[in-house]
């Protein structure tokens, strides 16, 4: 009797067990596909290269960033046309600001903070002006006019003193090959977050074409 009772408090557990870890292993976030190609630009408070793209996490990161999207989707959502910028307090906080139709605001929202989930929780994310021009690393933004932020890059070269240095297959399924920059200048303003940059990394890549999920 007292090994059947033993065999029937075991198996109770056991169900009870694998239960609790079929819930657990059912709360984490379903991913979701996506596709993009256009150009992009970073610049950070890092010295150059920047571990948090390539290695890990600077918990003392901050930075900001601009994404121009000229075809893509999320979740089956178009994002064509799509222009964000971003900025982060990494482990902390993220904020982002999309030019983009009504129509497509909710899903570069989304894209956006699936993209950034890894550098902190999303605070908020608003319509605004984002401007982003140049290429080949040498670059300009702002966000609204430059009042929230703007800044400026350009390109680190390599040992053949004509094209950047380059880094692939970083643990980024959107842009899995970056190019080497430095930031110029740069300042960021929104409510309590103020920071400014210069002469510390940046990143870059003028063909951004990726697809996978988030």
Known sequence: MLLKSLSRTSAVL???????AGL????????????????YFEGCS????????????NMSCEGVG???????????????????????????WTKVYIDAPASKQAAAAGFMKA???AFGPMESSRAAKVTMTGSKGKYMGTVDGGKVMKITTVAVLGGDGKTPLTYSNINDPVTPIVMQGK????????????FTLAGSNAYFNDHVHSSGKL
Not at 46 to 57: A, M, S
Not at 77 to 92: E, N, P, R
């Open 24 to 39: 657990y292993a059912g709360a984490a976030p379903a991913k979701a596909s996506f596709h993009v190609s256009g150009s």
């Open 66 to 92: 601009f994404y121009m999207i000229k075809s893509g989707t999320f979740m089956g959502k178009d994002l064509s046309g799509v222009k964000t910028a971003y900025a982060v307090g990494v482990g902390k």
């Open 183 to 194: 930031t110029v200048a740069g300042s960021y303003s929104d409510g309590k977050h103020t």
């Open 115 to 117: 993209m950034l989930a």
């Open 46 to 57: 890092c010295g150059g290269p920047c571990p948090c793209t390539l290695t890990g996490p």
């Open 14 to 20: 056991s169900t009870i067990v694998f239960t609790s």
